[in-house]
């Protein structure tokens, strides 16, 4: 079945640990976006890739890192969690180049807790 | 003030009721996104539009960008409708950043 596949589902992990969520797809969608999001607050993207090989930052980018070595995935890092990165993460895709011509396809997202 | 506004946060329907969730932003957008997330997490992207109506089943979507308004409506609502309903635009001013609702949460009791 056609879309977007991230793994953990879920995860605890201790503080200052690195952790990487992965995400990939398989509908040779161009962009590519992670967020997070928590209680009483919107969706905000932490980083996107506008296609293969570009990545930027989103809104909330500290404490994170992306690369899009190829179409098809998009991985997260958090190189020393913190207990403020506990939250949902969800990896998205879209058709066009550049965000948010065409509708967002989401994955299922990653229920992250760092203790 | 956010520049993404939804209301109702919540609403709780009988069923077969007519629904209306708003929403109201702050800023020229190029495009806006209802999208709905279902009780186990999932995001399902629902409609984009920039101008006009759209329907899809009983789903129907409508914005009137002098207003900065879109309305979402779901006919003859089912308890399969119960979900947190999303708003989501994108600013005109050329940048990457896709602003979100905090969302409206539909309960529809049989």
């Known amino acids: 079945i056609a879309g977007i596949t991230q793994a953990p589902t879920s995860q605890i992990l201790a503080a200052g640990r690195r952790m990487t969520l992965r995400c990939t797809q398989d509908?040779?969608?161009?962009?590519m976006y992670w967020y997070r999001q928590d209680l009483g607050l919107g969706l905000r993207l932490i980083h996107y890739?506008?296609?293969?090989?570009?990545?930027g930052k989103g809104e909330v980018p500290d404490g994170y890192s992306v690369s899009r070595a190829n179409t098809d995935d998009f991985p997260l890092t958090l190189a020393s969690a913190v207990p403020s990165q506990t939250s949902v993460y969800f990896c998205?895709?879209?058709?066009?180049?550049?965000?948010?011509?065409?509708?967002?396809?989401f994955g299922n997202g990653t229920r992250l807790t760092v203790t | 003030k956010n520049e993404v506004e939804q209301s109702p946060q919540n609403l709780t329907a009988q069923e077969g009721e007519f629904i209306t969730i708003n929403c109201s932003y702050s800023?020229?957008?190029?495009?806006l996104h209802w999208l709905q997330q279902h009780p186990g997490g999932g995001i399902v992207s629902l409609f984009m539009l920039s101008s006009g109506k759209k329907k899809h089943g009983r789903l129907i979507a409508t914005i009137n960008i002098q207003e900065k308004h879109s309305s979402l409506h779901i006919t003859a609502s089912h308890p399969r409708d119960s979900a947190v309903y999303i708003c989501?635009?994108?600013?005109?001013?050329?940048?990457?950043?896709?602003?979100f609702g905090t969302g409206t949460r539909l309960t529809i009791i049989p």
């Open positions: 509908m040779r969608h161009n962009a």
């Open positions: 800023v020229g957008i190029s495009a």
């Open positions: 998205a895709s879209s058709e066009g180049q550049g965000a948010y011509n065409s509708p967002l396809h």
């Open positions: 989501a635009v994108r600013s005109n001013f050329g940048n990457e950043k896709l602003t």
């Open positions: 890739s506008n296609t293969a090989g570009t990545t």
